[in-house]
């Protein structure tokens, strides 16, 4: 295998080429910015590309466009990002489109060394490797922004059998609860997807169109 890093850090990138190396795998260029990424990947052809997120001038995301870059230029180049912090946007933009032979690592997870070379390993071979700590945050987001996240079991079944067309009466019925307790499910489904009172909205529709747009 035959591989490119990219770290501004020299210790961090040299000490990468080691273990690389005990491990059997071949570094053919390292670099510390993004163009040097891309030109290496020009002229080596290499089977993966190990990327610094944030990289010189601005230390932002210049890692992961030159990471972008260097794969239009060869489809599929395997990609593995090394990340100090969790970055959301930067994980959902590299994972997105349901992407093959990446991984988002934090750097952290290079001193084991067995699992950083494991990871090298399942990318190079199109696999996708992904942080739990990455994982974890990106499904918390995730919940956040689901409109239906705050919606406890009781008011997503009430909202389900809205969404069947079922009156008030219907759902008590099939709940057997009272009417009366199907109005507060419905009072509090309504609040928790920001639905309040406006002249012309139909709120049950509303709702019943959040549900169905999940």
Do not use: C, W
Not at 9 to 33: M, Q
Not at 64 to 91: D, K, W
Request: negative net charge.
């Amino acid at each position: 295998m035959r591989v490119v890093i990219a770290e501004d850090s020299v210790l961090l990138r040299e000490g990468l080429a080691r273990l690389l190396a005990d491990g059997g795998i071949e570094t053919v260029a390292v670099t510390g910015d993004g163009p040097g990424l891309v030109a290496s990947v020009a002229e080596h052809g290499p089977d993966l590309a190990i990327v610094d997120v944030r990289m010189p001038p601005s230390h932002t995301d210049e890692g992961l466009r030159a990471a972008l870059e260097a794969r239009s230029l060869r489809p599929g180049l395997p990609i593995l990002v090394l990340s100090q912090y969790v970055e959301e946007r930067y994980a959902t933009e590299l994972l997105g489109g349901g992407a093959t032979a990446v991984g988002y690592l934090l750097k952290e997870r290079v001193a084991d060394v067995s699992e950083f070379l494991d990871a090298v390993r399942r990318v190079a071979s199109g696999g996708t490797v992904i942080d739990p700590e990455v994982i974890g945050q990106l499904l918390n987001r995730y919940r956040r922004d689901d409109p239906l996240g705050s919606l406890t079991a009781r008011e997503r079944e009430v909202l389900a059998l809205m969404a069947e067309g079922r009156s008030n009466t219907a759902i008590a019925a099939r709940m057997v609860v009272t009417e009366g307790a199907i109005e507060k499910h419905i009072s509090s489904i309504f609040a928790k997807l920001g639905l309040g009172p406006a002249p012309g909205d139909h709120r049950r529709v509303l709702a019943v169109l959040t549900y169905l747009g999940r």
